[in-house]
């Protein structure tokens, strides 16, 4: 259930028409080691919070008032550009001292920064997985690198290639009724199999989230045909369309999580890893490696068996795995999220549970524990050389 803080945030957003959503990384607090601190802005997005246009050789600042929920607390704070030497990035920065959502405990919060007008913002920090959903799920937006942006009525996202798109859409507007995740799935990696050279041969880091990127662009596309019909049409009772927008939500939460669960499947069936989903073992683990006939064996060596969870955010989701096919002491968690605390990152260490993410994404997490991360790339060999005969 969404608090009311997450409930305040997507009303706001739906009355401006706009929201950049971010999730709290370690440069934003300047837990990176690069002597940076306050939020990194989306350049792509300029136009939503500074009227500096993305200058090489011009720093520029830019006087903002941030109301900030739940603490109701005030900032006289600034939009900077700093495009002078190596640098080309917006931060909104200056927030006084105490400010409580910069603290390191923050990284893996998530940050809703919705303008109200030219020098305005009401922002809110999100701090349960369940609102990270909620919020995602209300706006339509999917955050699989580091921002997402909620614009109202904005057109259907394209990918960098035109084919790519044409192949969406045909089969976007083939459907007469909504397909399954699996499906949904199966055909966005058809599609890029089909239409991006040696996308079979890509690094995994980069086809996972290639993957989740181009799904959601279909995702987007099928909905639009197959729903805006609904949407358009009158409605008998407000009951009727409470009912048509719940299984809209409903439906676009359900998707998230599932997609990732088959991408990773087929990027880890594609490198030839021998694997499992869903088998039925104590605690039902999204994955075994290599299977559930040798975690049923027990003369089959414990550390040849890879328990491995999947979760776009794992703050404290990765706590779950812990119960999951309790033979094995040592289990892996695969997660898209930008940065975690180091608080959290240090209990999953003393719980046995490693943590795997696309390469990328590295940079959103202190760097004292980036050496600990594993890259799908590394998660895969360390599986080959120990299954190796």
């Given at each position: 259930?969404?608090?009311?803080?997450?409930?305040?945030?997507?009303?706001?957003?739906?009355?401006?028409?706009?929201?950049?959503?971010?999730?709290?990384?370690?440069?934003?607090?300047?837990?990176?080691?690069?002597?940076?601190?306050?939020?990194?802005?989306?350049?792509?997005?300029?136009?939503?919070?500074?009227?500096?246009?993305?200058?090489?050789?011009?720093?520029?600042?830019?006087?903002?008032?941030?109301?900030?929920?739940?603490?109701?607390?005030?900032?006289?704070?600034?939009?900077?550009?700093?495009?002078?030497?190596?640098?080309?990035?917006?931060?909104?920065?200056?927030?006084?001292?105490?400010?409580?959502?910069?603290?390191?405990?923050?990284?893996?919060?998530?940050?809703v920064l919705v303008p109200r007008g030219d020098a305005e913002f009401r922002a809110f920090v999100l701090t349960e997985e369940e609102d990270f959903d909620e919020i995602q799920?209300?706006?339509?937006?999917?955050?699989?690198?580091?921002?997402?942006?909620?614009?109202?009525?904005?057109?259907?996202?394209?990918?960098?290639?035109?084919?790519?798109?044409?192949?969406?859409?045909?089969?976007?507007?083939?459907?007469?009724?909504?397909?399954?995740?699996?499906?949904?799935?199966?055909?966005?990696?058809?599609?890029?199999?089909?239409?991006?050279?040696?996308?079979?041969?890509?690094?995994?880091?980069?086809?996972?989230?290639?993957?989740?990127?181009?799904?959601?662009?279909?995702?987007?596309?099928?909905?639009?045909?197959?729903?805006?019909p609904d949407i358009l049409r009158l409605f008998r009772s407000v009951d009727e369309f409470l009912r048509t927008a719940n299984s809209i939500l409903q439906r676009r939460k359900?998707?998230?999580?599932?997609?990732?669960?088959?991408?990773?499947?087929?990027?880890?069936?594609?490198?030839?890893?021998?694997?499992?989903?869903?088998?039925?073992?104590?605690?039902?683990?999204?994955?075994?490696?290599?299977?559930?006939?040798?975690?049923?064996?027990?003369?089959?060596?414990?550390?040849?068996?890879?328990?491995?969870?999947?979760?776009?955010?794992?703050?404290?989701?990765?706590?779950?795995?812990?119960?999951?096919?309790?033979?094995?002491?040592?289990?892996?968690?695969?997660?898209?999220?930008?940065?975690?605390?180091?608080?959290?990152?240090?209990?999953?260490?003393?719980?046995?549970?490693?943590?795997?993410?696309?390469?990328?994404?590295?940079?959103?997490?202190?760097?004292?524990?980036?050496?600990?991360?594993?890259?799908?790339?590394?998660?895969?060999?360390?599986?080959?050389?120990?299954?190796?005969?």
């Amino acid at each position: 259930m969404a608090s009311p803080f997450c409930e305040k945030a997507v009303e706001e957003a739906l009355q401006c028409g706009r929201a950049i959503l971010k999730f709290i990384s370690a440069n934003d607090t300047g837990k990176t080691g690069s002597h940076q601190c306050g939020y990194y802005l989306p350049k792509k997005l300029w136009r939503l919070y500074s009227p500096q246009a993305p200058q090489k050789g011009l720093n520029h600042d830019h006087d903002v008032t941030v109301e900030w929920w739940p603490s109701g607390r005030q900032t006289r704070s600034c939009v900077k550009w700093y495009g002078k030497g190596t640098r080309s990035e917006y931060r909104l920065t200056r927030f006084g001292r105490d400010f409580p959502y910069l603290a390191y405990d923050s990284v893996g919060d998530l940050l809703v920064l919705v303008p109200r007008g030219d020098a305005e913002f009401r922002a809110f920090v999100l701090t349960e997985e369940e609102d990270f959903d909620e919020i995602q799920a209300r706006l339509g937006v999917d955050i699989v690198r580091f921002w997402g942006a909620y614009i109202a009525d904005a057109p259907p996202i394209e990918t960098a290639s035109a084919q790519i798109d044409k192949a969406l859409r045909e089969f976007a507007e083939s459907l007469s009724e909504f397909p399954a995740t699996t499906v949904i799935a199966e055909e966005t990696q058809r599609v890029l199999s089909t239409h991006v050279a040696g996308f079979d041969r890509r690094d995994p880091d980069i086809a996972l989230l290639e993957l989740l990127e181009t799904e959601y662009s279909l995702f987007r596309l099928i909905e639009r045909q197959l729903c805006t019909p609904d949407i358009l049409r009158l409605f008998r009772s407000v009951d009727e369309f409470l009912r048509t927008a719940n299984s809209i939500l409903q439906r676009r939460k359900s998707r998230a999580g599932r997609s990732m669960e088959l991408h990773c499947q087929y990027v880890l069936s594609r490198a030839g890893v021998p694997l499992e989903a869903q088998p039925a073992i104590d605690g039902e683990p999204d994955i075994i490696i290599p299977g559930k006939a040798a975690y049923d064996d027990q003369s089959f060596p414990d550390e040849k068996i890879f328990v491995l969870a999947v979760r776009r955010t794992c703050k404290d989701r990765w706590r779950q795995v812990t119960g999951e096919a309790k033979r094995i002491a040592t289990k892996y968690v695969i997660t898209i999220q930008n940065g975690i605390s180091l608080t959290q990152l240090r209990s999953m260490e003393e719980s046995g549970v490693t943590l795997v993410v696309p390469k990328p994404l590295h940079r959103e997490y202190p760097s004292e524990f980036r050496p600990k991360l594993l890259s799908i790339g590394a998660f895969i060999d360390r599986v080959r050389s120990t299954l190796a005969p």
